[in-house]
Each structure stands twice: as structure tokens, then as C-alpha cells.
């Protein structure tokens, strides 16, 4: 049985940091990418992050490029999102999700991910 489970939201005050942590299980990181999608109020998912260890690959949105860092520690099946210079427009649920392939290169899109964690909610107060 797959289970993705996330931990690490809250609410912070802008300019701050979070780190999101993903514990999977059933899955091997070696033939799924993991990703982080993130859903605002009244918005379309989107995705967030995403990171492959067959290939090594990774993707960021760019509204979060250069102040987010996804990475993956495949002893522990973890994968960890920093989160810093949160800004009001980061609020969302975060879920953890993966799918079946060697990389990120679909990763930005919904469909492909297969397996979801439950969501954290992180609040960004201005």
C-alpha cells in the first residue's frame, strides 16, 4: 500500500520560513518522482516542486524559484520542502504526490501524479 503523508505546515509571518516534510512508503525513489502541488482558495492546483533520483532532475514553479528547495533523502523515503521568503500569495494546502517515472520533466502538471498525501496548510500572514 502506498501512503504519502505530509507534516511541517503552520502559519508564519511573511518573509519567514517552513519546511514541509513528505514520509512515503510503497513506493522505491528510484522509478517515482515525488512532487509538491499546492491549491489556494477558489484556485486551480498547481505544481510547486518536484524531484527524481533516477535521474536526478528536479522542477520549480517559477513564482517559487530561488526561495523554495526540494529535496529527498532515499534512506529515510523523506521528501522535504524548504520554504523561505514566504510571501501572503504561498497560502495553500501543499500535498506530496508521486508517480511513476525516471523524472521531473511532466512533473509541473497534475495529471501524471498518481498517489496523494492528505495536505498540510500553509498560512502566510502579511
Not at 501512503?3 to 512508503?25: D, H, I, K, M, W
Not at 536526478?56 to 521528501?79: E, L, P, Q
Amino acid at each position: 500500500e502506498v501512503q504519502l503523508v505530509e507534516s511541517g505546515g503552520g502559519l508564519v509571518q511573511a518573509g519567514g520560513s517552513l519546511r514541509l516534510s513528505c514520509a512515503t512508503s510503497g513506493i522505491t525513489f528510484d522509478d517515482h518522482a515525488i512532487g509538491w502541488l499546492r491549491q489556494a482558495p477558489g484556485k486551480e492546483r498547481e505544481g510547486v516542486s518536484c524531484i527524481s533520483s533516477s535521474d536526478g532532475s528536479s522542477y520549480y514553479a517559477d513564482s517559487v524559484k530561488g526561495r523554495f528547495t526540494i529535496s529527498s533523502d532515499n534512506a529515510k523515503n523523506t521528501v522535504d520542502l524548504q520554504m523561505n521568503s514566504l510571501k501572503p500569495e504561498d497560502t495553500a494546502v501543499y500535498y506530496c504526490a508521486s508517480f511513476e517515472a525516471a523524472s521531473c520533466s511532466s512533473g509541473s502538471r497534475e495529471d501524471p501524479y498518481d498517489y496523494w498525501g492528505q495536505g498540510t496548510q500553509v498560512t502566510v500572514s502579511s
